[in-house]
Structures are given as C-alpha cells and as structure tokens.
C-alpha cells in the first residue's frame, strides 16, 4: 500500500504540478492582463507551440535517459519512488546539456507564456527558472558532489549547461 502511496505522489509531483497545475495557474492569473509580447496573436502561439514541443522533448529524453542508465521511474520527481542510484548519467541527451530538465521546462512554460502573449506569464516563466536553477546549484549540485566527487566535477566542467557552447 506504501508503493501505491508513492506512486500517486510520485505522478502528482511528475505530471499533474508541472503539466496541468502550474500553466493553469498562469493561465488563470495572467489571462486579464494585456501586456501582449507580440503584437499578431497567431505567430506568438505559433512561437510558443514551437517552444512547448521542444520543452516536452528536453523533459521526456532527461526521463528516458533516467529510466534506461538508472532504472528510475520517470514520474518521480521527488525521489519518492526509487532508490539512490550510485550511477552518474552522462549518456543520452545529458551527454550534451548538463541540467536538461531545468532546460525543457523553461523552454515549456515559456512557450506557454508566448502561446498565451503575456509578459506576465513570460515574467513568471523566468522566475520559475531562475528558482529551479537556484535549486539545482543549492540541493542537487551538493548531493551529486558528494556521491560523486571528481567524476562529477569533471563531467561539470565538460557539460557547463550545453556542450559545445
């Protein structure tokens, strides 16, 4: 029953808060402010739907590579569901980007906020990925350090955010 437990939790916090809650949550409070990004509606949303299918691709091919090289399920993101894993993943889509979440859900809520022409939504956005890259630097980077030691450092150095950058 605990598993069960998890699991809801585990899809609550993989899918439900980051693909549903959240952009609702913009799109209900920024939908009466009309401080428009561009001023032809079609080629915002046509700009954003571009930006969202990238965002989404970012995030499946972080979780794939997570489930093939770690065995972790790709709900999770919380760490509620699967074990510490005592593996560093530097192959798939991280072997070129260092932080490909944070990377396609910026990218996702951002084309959210242009599919929705707000500068608010784009203000909102950005906050977002400013608070998950201080997350990452603050929580994440110490854990990895720690598990990881130099393998980890040197893969930071190669992999800053986007190789061959």
Not at 11 to 20: A, E, S
Not at 92 to 98: A, P, S
Not at 104 to 122: H, Q, R, V
Not at 125 to 147: C, H, N, P, R, V
């Amino acid at each position: 029953m605990k598993e069960k437990i998890k699991k809801a939790i585990g899809m609550t916090f993989g899918i439900i808060l980051p693909f549903i809650l959240f952009p609702a949550y913009i799109y209900f409070y920024c939908k009466d402010y009309h401080a428009f990004i561009l001023e032809n509606d079609f080629l915002s949303g046509l700009i954003g739907f571009v930006l969202i299918i990238f965002g989404l691709i970012f995030i499946i091919l972080a979780d794939i590579a997570m489930q093939i090289y770690v065995n972790q399920n790709p709900l999770n993101r919380l760490n509620l569901l699967a074990n510490k894993t005592k593996i560093l993943v530097t192959n798939g889509i991280y072997r070129y980007f260092h932080h490909p979440l944070s990377i396609g859900y910026f990218l996702f809520y951002f084309g959210f906020s242009f599919a929705l022409n707000s500068k608010i939504a784009s203000l909102i956005s950005f906050g977002t990925f400013i608070f998950m890259i201080y997350y990452a630097k603050k929580y994440e980077e110490k854990e990895l350090l720690s598990d990881f030691g130099d393998e980890y450092l040197t893969y930071k150095k190669e992999k800053f955010w986007i190789r061959y950058f």
